[in-house]
Structure formats: C-alpha cells, structure tokens
C-alpha cells in the first residue's frame, strides 16, 4: 500500500529543545516538502527537495532544518530557535518532473510546546 | 504577488444544496489551479485542478470554473453532501519547472443534514 508516512502522529516540546518529525514514502517520488498549517491559515512552505542530498528553503524556513539522505525519507528538525512551533506538520512527496503536479500528502504531525 | 485569496472562510450548506468557494491571484504566470480537500486530522488530498486553457471542468458533483481575465477559479459543489463537509484550499502553481503550490487560507464547510 504505497504512501507517506509520518510520524509521531502528535509530539510534544519543551523549552530549548530540538525535536525531529518523520517523514518516509514508498512511492517512488523524486521530490518531497514540509508544509505548516496554522489554524485558518493556509499550508506554509518550510522546505522542499527535488532529489536526493538537495534541498531549499520555502517561505517559512527560519528555526528549521531538514536532510535528505535517502530517496525515500525527508526529516524535518524543528529546532529551539522556532519559537513558535505550534502547529500542524504535513509532509508531501510529487514525482517532480514538472509534468504532474499532483502532491501526495501524509496525515500529519500535530506539534505542541509544554 | 504569490498570494492565492480565497473566500469564505467558513461556509454552512443545507444537504441537497451548492457550495460555492472562491479564490483570486495576482502572478499571470500561473497556470495550474487544483483544489485540496482535508478531512480534520488527516492531510490534504487532491480533488480536481484546471489548467487556464478550459473554462470549466466538471467531475462529478465537484466542478471548477475559470476566469482568466477576472484571475478568479471557483469550485462548487453540487448537490452537497454531509460527508463534503471539510477543509477546502484552492492554489496555485506554474507548470513549466519545478512547481511550487501557494495555497490559499483554506474554508471550512459543513454540510448540514
């Protein structure tokens, strides 16, 4: 059952910490993103990959870091300089090749602040 | 010039009846417009898209309909239904390289029995 994964489903992060959300696909997609929901806003850009060992900021990077060492695996660290993490992480993966533009996206990582 | 507008934030639609979402662009180099439906607790999943070339497309009882010249797209609903009730984002990409979709804020609609 091909898909995206994500996990945990929900997390929680003290003050000063740097917390890691998970983000695997089977599908065979060459490009993968990190979106961030608010409530009654939009999806947010965070980063995004077109290949493996590349990535580049979206439109809302600062306080987050991601790799890209594998094909099917994108990590997003959440990290103490975000201070305001709250939030609804959505990972996403397309083929990337510009003709199909359709994103595939997972369930969701809801973050909280102890 | 990134931003995808849309309106209403919320909408409240008696079972049987259309629900009319709307959304507004400023960039003309946009020129793929696919909706996303999101159930609460799940991500967002694609529903249908247009390309400017068409002025309407119709699946089912979902249904796109393109302005050009305004830079207005709309998705209605038809015959709406409890399980329709959901998040709806339209947005927007470029086709030619690698796309990035701008996402308008999002309504909440909820279909009533």
């Known amino acids: 059952d091909g898909g995206i994964t994500q996990s945990p489903k929900y997390l929680f992060r003290k003050e000063g910490q740097n917390v890691t959300l998970s983000c695997e696909q089977n599908l065979n997609h060459d490009a993968m993103y990190w979106y961030r929901q608010d409530p009654g806003q939009g999806l947010r850009l965070i980063y995004y990959s077109q290949i493996v060992n590349d990535f580049q900021k979206g439109d809302i990077a600062e306080g987050y870091s991601v790799s890209r060492e594998k094909k099917e695996s994108f990590p997003l660290t959440v990290t103490s300089a975000q201070k305001n993490p709250t939030a609804f992480y959505l990972c996403?993966?397309?083929?990337?090749?510009?003709?199909?533009?359709?994103?595939?996206f997972g369930s969701g990582t809801q973050l909280s602040v102890l | 010039q990134q931003q995808v507008k849309q309106s209403p934030q919320s909408l409240i639609v008696q079972k049987g009846g259309i629900s009319i979402i709307n959304c507004a662009y400023e960039n003309t180099a946009f020129d793929y417009f696919p909706w996303y439906q999101q159930f609460p607790g799940k991500g967002p999943a694609l529903l249908i898209a247009?390309?400017?070339?068409?002025s309407e497309k119709k699946e089912g009882r979902f249904t796109i309909s393109f302005n050009k010249s305004a830079k207005q797209f709309s998705l209605h609903i038809m015959d709406s239904q409890p399980g329709d009730s959901a998040t709806y984002f339209c947005?927007?990409?470029?086709?030619?390289?690698?796309?990035?979709?701008?996402f308008g804020t999002g309504t909440r609609l909820l279909v009533s029995p």
């Open positions: 947005a927007a990409s470029r086709r030619m390289g690698f796309q990035k979709l701008v």
């Open positions: 247009i390309r400017p070339d068409v």
């Open positions: 996403a993966s397309s083929m990337g090749t510009g003709s199909n533009e359709k994103l595939f």
